[in-house]
């Protein structure tokens, strides 16, 4: 069965940084599309940030230019380095990938989650 594990979250100060790391098993579609996700209390769950099956990255704009999204979807790895960190970004951050073609920011269109990791920046 498909599987993602999110790692890497944790507590910092405002400007710190934190790298997140997902690593995903199970999946059989190549080169998938993969992203970040984060979810608040009392709010719904964004799009961060994604790669396609070729590499190329998109952006919430929130993020752009503080965050990077790397990995590589064919062997279903994908970090998130995050820097320039706010207390605004405190959230619960969660891997998905797309077991479809296309890469969407919504996140009804990604159909398998990890269990999220924490992100508190202070």
């Known amino acids: 069965h498909v599987q993602l594990v999110e790692s890497g979250g944790g507590s910092v100060g405002a400007e710190g940084s934190l790298r997140l790391t997902c690593v995903g098993s199970g999946i059989t579609y190549r080169d998938p599309c993969m992203g970040w996700f984060r979810q608040a209390p009392g709010k719904e769950r964004e799009r961060i940030a994604t790669m396609d099956g070729y590499g190329r990255t998109d952006y919430a704009p929130s993020v752009k230019g503080r965050f990077t999204i790397t990995g590589e979807t064919a062997k279903k790895v994908l970090y998130l380095q995050m820097d320039s960190l706010k207390p605004s970004d405190t959230a619960m951050y969660f891997c998905?990938?797309?077991?479809?073609?296309?890469?969407?920011?919504?996140?009804?269109?990604?159909?398998?989650w990890g269990q999220g990791t924490q992100v508190t920046v202070s």
């Open positions: 998905a990938v797309r077991l479809n073609s296309g890469c969407p920011i919504l996140p009804r269109d990604f159909s398998e």
